[in-house]
């Protein structure tokens, strides 16, 4: 029986849990800003992708491990979120995708060449399976979320820093950019996937899409 939790500490053990196609592995990263990092691996063939090189790159390449690594997608640009990107990069030769409209940001930060930026809709292959993109414009403007659909369970979502459990992502103040992001997740991810969706964020712990919908309505009267 699976003990994931999905609640994770910098600097403590990293957790797993197996879907019919994918092994997802998570870890915390940086007691400050506390980072989650999450690992993909195809059941069927070892590939691996990482979803946010975000600090202690040896961390992160001990949890690759001698498979090495075939992707890294970096969810948005802000800094917390993509620190080990270059280490990784260098040591794996991984490809780097990112949301479209925050590429050129994650390159100029880190020096790495966005090798395939991401729009909504897009389709990252991982080894027999694969994610979905879906872009969620309004705590950065490229920010994108990655959707797994298990074929023999519930959707899988990875959203970055756009949906936590209790609430969207930081806008810092942005009236205009709240309205986008709360529009954009009320419409692309509550909209077109179940409750039983179960979704992972940047930061914290996980949350399940069905225990979020009620408070959509508090989210956008509170405006935050």
């Not at 999905?6 to 940086?30: F, N, Y």
């Not at 997608?73 to 991984?94: I, M, P, S």
């Not at 996937?193 to 979704?199: A, I, K």
Request: aromatic residues 6%; hydrophobic residues 35%.
């Amino acid at each position: 029986m699976s003990t994931y939790s999905g609640s994770v500490t910098p600097g403590g053990p990293a957790q797993s849990r197996e879907l019919s196609a994918l092994t997802i592995t998570k870890v915390a990263v940086d007691e400050t800003m506390s980072n989650n990092c999450y690992l993909l691996r195809c059941r069927e063939t070892g590939e691996q992708l990482l979803i946010d090189a975000a600090d202690s790159p040896e961390t992160l390449l001990d949890l690759i491990g001698s498979d090495g690594l075939t992707t890294v997608v970096t969810t948005h640009q802000h800094w917390d979120h993509h620190r080990a990107l270059a280490a990784v990069v260098e040591a794996t030769g991984a490809e780097v995708l990112a949301g479209a409209a925050d590429a050129a940001a994650v390159t100029e930060q880190t020096g790495v060449k966005v090798d395939r930026p991401l729009e909504h809709g897009d389709r990252i292959v991982v080894g027999r399976t694969h994610l979905d993109v879906i872009a969620v414009a309004g705590h950065t403007p490229g920010s994108v979320c990655l959707l797994h659909h298990d074929p023999e369970g519930h959707p899988h979502l990875f959203t970055g820093d756009s949906l936590f459990p209790g609430g969207v992502g930081n806008t810092f103040g942005d009236k205009a950019a709240f309205a986008q992001l709360i529009d954009q997740v009320e419409e692309r991810i509550f909209g077109t996937l179940p409750d039983e969706t179960w979704f992972y964020p940047g930061h914290g712990d996980d949350g399940i899409l069905g225990e979020e919908r009620p408070k959509l309505a508090e989210w956008r009267e509170r405006g935050w």
